[in-house]
């Protein structure tokens, strides 16, 4: 169930946070356990017993290293990280990775012809890489003393399926949410920032992201001998702008209802498009992610502590996990080594400002192509599929052919004009916190606009979204 | 924000969010008619299906369909598109043309494909389908209703560089109707290509279909074919203008519609009702007209059967009715694809098979219409040219072959004589029939499998025999029934 769908927004949600409000102070956790577990079931059936199971083995775990710590039983607490850690991994292995490592050891045994693994493709549970590494940072940072372990099992299940964050993120560690596991309030303060956020985020996904959706799909799902240079360039600009404003409002939608329920959720995004390094990218984009890979893997494998080869090879662990964190495909494994690669060659030039550089403009301009080249390894089927497209765009051939010109509407131009607009505004503009939180007549007009007028007619948009009619009227 | 601001932000969230939920809760729902379809049903909740995605999707399905206001925010969506972005909000089976002219896009995306058969081989299987009927002892019209771009090519406006390919196809078509016509071949292709070349529009505008004038003037030309002498000028009343909502509007949410003159045959003394049987009830896709007639008055038809589609939904009623004491207009997607018997719904209407053969047994015309995009796949197979050869062969020049057995020895002359030879067998046993031929240079020697018979329907089997070998000897095998089983072994000649 995703959120710009109608059984969400007209059904699932006002009954949850409806029920949420109404239930009294101590029944609002088992209210909320309730609803996160019913909307995990709704999308992911009996997977949800691996989530229980997930549960399960990191409270204990948990338990288990914050006891040890709190015994200074240094040798206890590692085992209890340990158990977490491994059994997370293995989780996340064995579902997301099983059938990709198995197929490609089958290739490798069928090309050597020593023979292939007999193997039926496992299904995936939804949320999975969310799920897990939120469990991980539970059981982290309670054996760190950074936040005190829950005592109440239901309040640990809460956090690791609250509903919000569940399957798309943002990634919430335990301490930045633990105090307001065990005790919060929801001001109309809070409520009123919480729904401007989620409608801008609901926006900004059905307004935007779908609208230019279109674009790149043609695109991508050309022939790569059909696809003229000019339609590679729009469809991996369409694409840029989907992922971003579908990824970010998304997480804007998360942090507006979690908001409305009395969380604090981490920002995800900070206008990345206006990065004016691949160093600056990663610290505005998927920032919850980000942060995980460099608190929980990059400082304790050493950092940019040791030598230079060190951190190089550092670096490189880390985005290749980074990559592969977004799916079993090569495509994702090489997203994740370009990146890698170039964070190094900015090491090495030194060229990686995060403020205040000179030809700002030229930089970001510069970062982006190199971002949006990325995104082609990243939206790629595959990796052949992906040096087609580079090609494409690289050797110049006129025109943008049929399939991808019948899907540039009025609709999707404009949409894709004010995705690409976006990056222009000035670099630490966040619409949607400004919106949240800003005070002043601009802002006000703004939310007014947004409430208003863009909400009810993205609700329409949505509503069209379920328009199935027959075709053979009267007959 | 202010207090009040945030208190009113929260209303209107609750009002947005939740009202739709309350007034479902109140019995209010979206208008089930707007999209033409069977809503989803309720969904079958049980605890043990709590694990069960798919009671989830019941639900979501069920729920959707109905939560009020949806059908609002379809067409407030759809008329913002069309009206002020000029978009189609539903591209995949919408395609806007010059000046607000609508089009189906499968028109032409379905045939811009190099898969498609040779169009001499479509005209041969319409010929062949046609020479059944014809020879049968039934008057016979056939004719291809083409497609509205094929017409009205000025309207296509940008959508041009699309169609341009299967415009090729259409051409090569026409091109081989016109060599080699198929039996009863009606060219109202040619008639519309005609009225258009002359300013005339005979289509509609927000339609997929043939406008009333267009229609009439390809009735008049079956009626021309079927009743020569019949049709009268005189006869046709053009009513006054009046608005109609096109399918392709209806199919992008829109509730606009457009400005038609309707144009109908009236006959002295002729009253055409309809009327409708157990099938007709259970599908919209067959309709029956019936004549009520005053004294004196006549029809030159008796009983007519009409295989057509939605086309046909235009002129039926209005110009061929008039004409024939019957018609009974049976839709090909009722008779199905693959003996899966459907109506356009797709709730299986086992009945209408039946019905077809039974009107066709007591017919005296049959017409045959189709559309051009689907003529394609429609006459690529034999399945229905097959049924109707192994249902009418008793009207045919036969010859019934004797002999039971697991292997049947067939005549030496087969090949030899009048008339093209298909073999039919027909069981009244449980299995589906399974029948191969085979053939021997002389006694003795080992049979060798030359052929395979099509089974249009699980009891019947045909083979042709066209190129059956005019020396040693040849014979069926009959498989999946026991020879006792047996009711018919027949050469029938087309």
């Known amino acids: 169930m995703v959120f710009s769908s109608i059984e969400f927004l007209f059904l699932f949600m006002p009954v949850a946070i409806g029920a949420y409000f109404v239930v009294p102070r101590a029944l609002k956790n088992h209210v909320l356990l309730a609803a996160s577990l019913l909307f995990y079931t709704w999308g992911g059936g009996a997977f949800v017993f691996i989530l229980a199971a997930s549960i399960a083995v990191n409270y204990w775990a948990g338990g288990f290293a914050a006891a040890a710590r709190e015994q200074g039983n240094d040798r206890r607490r590692a085992i209890g990280v340990a158990v977490g850690v491994a059994a997370n991994v293995a989780l996340l292995g064995y579902f997301k990775y099983a059938n990709f490592f198995v197929d490609q050891l089958n290739s490798v045994g069928d090309a050597l012809g020593i023979g292939t693994i007999a193997w039926t493709n496992i299904g995936l549970p939804i949320g999975i890489s969310f799920f897990t590494f939120q469990s991980m940072s539970y059981t982290i940072d309670v054996a760190m003393g950074r936040a005190e372990r829950l005592r109440n099992p239901f309040d640990f299940a809460l956090f690791v399926s609250l509903f919000p964050q569940l399957i798309a993120g943002p990634i919430v560690r335990y301490h930045q949410i633990a105090d307001q596991l065990r005790d919060r309030r929801t001001r109309i303060d809070d409520v009123a920032e919480g729904v401007v956020r989620f409608a801008h985020g609901l926006v900004k996904k059905v307004l935007i992201a779908d609208s230019v959706a279109v674009i790149a799909d043609a695109a991508f799902g050309s022939n790569p001998s059909d696809l003229t240079t000019g339609a590679a360039w729009l469809g991996v600009a369409a694409y840029t702008v989907q992922i971003y404003f579908d990824f970010s409002g998304y997480s804007d939608m998360a942090i507006g209802l979690g908001r409305v329920l009395g969380f604090h959720f981490p920002e995800n995004f900070n206008r990345p498009y206006s990065a004016l390094s691949i160093t600056d990218f990663w610290r505005r984009w998927h920032i919850t992610l980000s942060s995980f890979f460099r608190d929980y893997l990059y400082v304790p494998l050493g950092g940019s502590r040791g030598s230079t080869a060190a951190t190089y090879r550092n670096l490189v662990v880390v985005f290749l996990l980074t990559g592969l964190w977004h799916g079993a495909n090569w495509t994702f494994v090489a997203w994740g080594a370009y990146h890698g690669a170039l964070l190094i060659i900015e090491r090495v030039t030194g060229q990686r400002p995060t403020e205040g550089a000179s030809l700002p403009w030229l930089r970001r301009g510069f970062v982006l192509l190199l971002v949006m080249i990325g995104w082609v390894l990243f939206r790629a089927e595959s990796l052949p599929a992906a040096v087609e497209y580079l090609r494409a765009m690289f050797t110049f051939t006129g025109g943008v052919g049929a399939a991808v010109g019948d899907v540039i509407t009025v609709k999707a131009t404009i949409a894709l004009a004010i995705g690409a607009a976006s990056v222009l505004l000035p670099g630490r503009f966040v619409a949607g916190v400004e919106l949240q939180q800003r005070v002043g007549a601009v802002p006000a007009v703004a939310r007014a606009a947004l409430m208003g007028l863009a909400l009810p007619y993205t609700l329409m948009v949505v509503a069209s979204g379920s328009f199935s009619p027959f075709l053979y009227f009267q007959f | ?494």
């Open chain 2, 1 to 494: 924000m202010r207090r009040t601001t945030a208190f009113a932000y929260s209303i209107v969230a609750a009002l947005v969010f939740l009202g739709p939920l309350l007034l479902f809760l109140a019995g209010m729902r979206s208008d089930p008619k707007f999209e033409n379809r069977r809503l989803a049903p309720a969904p079958d909740l049980e605890i043990t299906r709590l694990l069960d995605t798919a009671m989830y999707q019941e639900a979501t399905a069920f729920f959707v369909d109905r939560v009020p206001l949806r059908d609002l925010g379809v067409r407030v969506d759809a008329w913002i598109d069309f009206h002020v972005l000029g978009d189609t909000p539903n591209p995949k089976d919408v395609a806007i043309g010059k000046d607000g002219w609508l089009f189906n896009p499968v028109t032409y995306t379905a045939t811009c494909t190099d898969d498609l058969p040779d169009p001499e081989l479509i005209v041969a299987n319409a010929d062949l389908l046609m020479s059944v009927l014809a020879e049968s002892g039934r008057d016979v019209a056939f004719t291809i209703s083409p497609q509205k771009r094929t017409i009205h090519p000025e309207y296509l406006g940008g959508l041009k560089e699309q169609a341009a390919c299967a415009e090729e196809h259409s051409t090569a078509l026409h091109d081989a109707l016109l060599a080699d016509p198929p039996t009863g071949y009606v060219d109202t292709w040619g008639i519309l290509l005609q009225a258009s070349a002359e300013g005339e529009i005979v289509y509609f505008r927000d339609d997929g279909h043939w406008n009333f004038v267009g229609a009439a003037r390809s009735a008049a030309a079956i009626v021309e074919q079927l009743w020569p002498g019949a049709w009268s000028e005189e006869d046709v009343v053009v009513g006054e203008d009046s608005e109609r909502a096109g399918n392709l509007a209806l199919q992008m949410g829109l509730t606009s519609t457009e400005t038609i003159t309707p144009v109908w045959v009236e006959r002295e003394g002729v009253t055409v009702l309809a009327s409708k049987t157990q099938a007709a009830k259970q599908t919209p896709a067959v309709r029956i007209y019936r004549l009520e007639l005053a004294q004196g008055a006549t029809a030159p038809g008796v009983s007519t059967l009409a295989l057509g589609d939605s086309f046909m939904g235009f002129t039926a009623e209005e110009h061929l009715a008039p004409y024939t004491e019957s018609l009974v207009w049976i839709n090909w997607r009722t008779i199905g694809r693959s003996g899966s018997l459907s109506n356009p719904a797709g709730r299986p209407v086992p009945e209408a098979e039946e019905l077809l053969l039974d009107t066709l047994a007591g017919a005296d015309s049959v017409i045959v219409q189709t559309v051009e995009w689907e003529v394609w796949q429609r006459l690529s197979s034999m399945r229905l040219t097959y049924l109707l050869l192994a249902s009418l062969s008793e009207d045919l020049p036969h010859q019934d072959i004797a002999a039971r057995g697991t292997v049947v020895g067939l005549p030496a002359d087969v090949s030899l004589g009048s008339g093209r030879p298909f073999l039919v067998v027909r069981t009244d046993g449980e299995g589906t029939l399974n029948v191969r031929l085979l053939h021997r240079d002389g006694p003795g020697a080992e049979w060798t499998e030359i052929g395979r018979g099509e089974s249009p329907r699980s009891d019947l089997a045909v083979v042709d025999l066209r190129d059956l070998p005019t020396t040693g000897e040849s014979a069926i095998r009959i498989r999946n029934v026991d020879s006792s089983q047996i009711e018919i072994i027949r050469i029938v000649r087309v």
